[in-house]
């Protein structure tokens, strides 16, 4: 299997922005950039074969210069929400970008990964993005970040990643597709089924930082430990709901012990797609949209409030601040950052 190679414009510095296609015999193909190592395109088949692209974003790489939704970008050196946008490690006090309501969300609008160039370096229908990244964003550390995407014959798009770091530093990344299996533009996900392998989630505040709590999600609208229809009790009269407008929270994965585990399946009630996620990863933000501004994506499609969902595989928000989450420091003494995330299409 070859990776095809095509121009996908220019940087906002001027720097050439290449796209990459990966394909499989089974119609498969995901559609990759340099800029932001960002996932542009999945095309998968339904059940009579007919693909669709199932992934929301921008036919040119000028759309994704602003993308406030983060589409289909790896998000780093810290993916999701620190309270306050400050944080104390190893005795010295560190200041982030204030972006969110008083808060850091995914490290910096408009320098965080999802805004660099990164190296490129092509394998066996899989390419290797590359970043070098010297103490910027407030993080301490020189980090050198890898995110590998690869396709195969069960179609499987799979997402390996590796950080160093020279200094103990926060580091939590993610890719922040938006799915709707439907197709990309085909209306909201609401009418997707979810099922999640997790029956514990952190509740937060107004500002979508975790109280501290960890919470059963039995007995309240945030169980998806059965099956259910993402908009079936969206909108319900449940206080988390009402705080983020819907699906916006962190899930803890059931059994997690650091090996790669099925935790989510999705359904697209029109297409029949079905998507299972896998992660070696503690944790992960269900998101489901609620904030997309309307705006023109591919193929002149109108994106709409949860046109798409999000599954982030993660450590929990703000963990530097809560000593009962999984901790999130790498680098240095800590050891380096790896993990696998996977999205199985059947």
């Known amino acids: 299997m070859t990776v095809e190679k095509s121009f996908f414009g220019k940087s906002p510095e001027g720097q050439e922005i290449t796209r990459y296609v990966l394909r499989n015999s089974r119609g498969m193909e995901a559609w990759l950039t340099d800029f932001g ?62 972006n969110d309501n008083g808060n850091n969300l995914h490290s910096h609008a408009k320098l965080g990964y999802h805004k660099r160039m990164w190296k490129a370096a092509v394998g066996e229908n899989s390419v290797t993005f590359s970043l070098e990244d010297d103490a910027t964003l407030g993080f301490p550390g020189k980090k050198q970040v890898q995110v590998t995407y690869s396709l195969n014959e069960e179609n499987e798009l799979r997402l390996e990643y590796h950080a160093s770091s020279d200094q103990r530093t926060i580091l939590n990344l993610t890719n922040h597709t938006y799915f709707n299996l439907n197709g990309a533009g085909n209306g909201q996900i609401t009418d997707h089924e979810l099922w999640l392998g997790a029956s514990r989630y952190t509740p937060a505040d107004a500002g979508s930082i975790p109280t501290g709590e960890i919470a059963a999600v039995a007995g309240t609208p945030m169980d998806f430990t059965v099956r259910k229809c993402v908009g079936k009790e969206i909108d319900a009269d449940f206080e988390q709901l009402k705080l983020a407008g819907g699906y916006d929270h962190n899930w803890l994965i059931d059994g997690w012990d650091g090996t790669l585990r099925h935790f989510a399946t999705v359904k697209g009630a029109e297409s029949g797609r079905v998507m299972k996620a896998y992660t070696t990863l503690p944790c992960v933000q269900f998101y489901a949209g609620n904030y997309i501004d309307t705006q023109t994506g591919k193929g002149n499609a109108v994106y709409e409030k949860r046109f798409g969902l999000c599954l982030e595989t993660q450590y929990a928000p703000d963990a530097i601040h809560h000593e009962n989450f999984q901790p999130c420091v790498f680098g240095g003494s800590a050891g380096d950052y790896a993990s696998v995330t996977v999205y199985r299409f059947e």
Request: negative net charge; glycine residues 12%; charged residues 20%.
């Open 37 to 98: 190592a960002i996932l542009v395109k999945l095309l998968v088949p339904d059940a009579q074969g007919r693909a669709e692209d199932v992934v929301l974003g921008f036919d040119q790489a000028e759309g994704y210069f602003q993308n406030p939704s983060f589409f289909g970008a790896v998000i780093g050196p810290n993916a999701n929400r620190i309270g306050g946008a400050a944080f104390t490690l190893d005795g010295v006090d560190y200041s982030l970008d204030v």
